[in-house]
Nanobody, 127 residues
């Protein structure tokens, strides 16, 4: 398993941008599928975005499509979530997750598919 640490959260106004980072320790980052999830107060954790081991395939929740972009840099053991045109409903704790896979093109949308999780970073969007 990898150990994951998120950063980059904060307070931003509606329409603003943030870039979240998730840096991994351990030697399996490059062989892992990665994902971002979020959990708002009083709500269940929900899928946001995923990227395949190869980095060539991505998947997004409908609510963030066109505004959020997931990417990865295996040389830096880091996955990013670029967040543009933020809305108050994006307010949540954001978590990154990783799962080793032999499949270069698999993207995972369910949280029970992932083996490793970060501690989360708070994103607050003010109206």
């Amino acid at each position: 398993q990898v150990q994951l640490v998120e950063s980059g959260g904060g307070l931003v106004q509606t329409g603003g941008s943030l870039r979240l980072s998730c840096t991994a320790s351990g030697r399996t980052f490059g062989t892992s599928a990665l994902g971002w999830f979020r959990q708002a107060p009083g709500k269940e954790r929900e899928f946001v975005a995923a990227i395949s081991r190869s980095g060539t395939k991505t998947d997004y929740a409908d609510s963030v499509l066109g505004r959020l972009t997931i990417s990865r840099d295996n040389a830096k053991n880091t996955v990013y979530l670029q967040m543009n045109n933020l809305k108050p409903e994006d307010t949540a704790v954001y978590y990154c997750a990783a799962k080793f896979t032999f499949n270069y093109y698999e993207v995972m949308r369910r949280d029970d598919q992932y083996a490793s999780w970060g501690q989360g970073t708070q994103v607050t969007v003010s109206s």
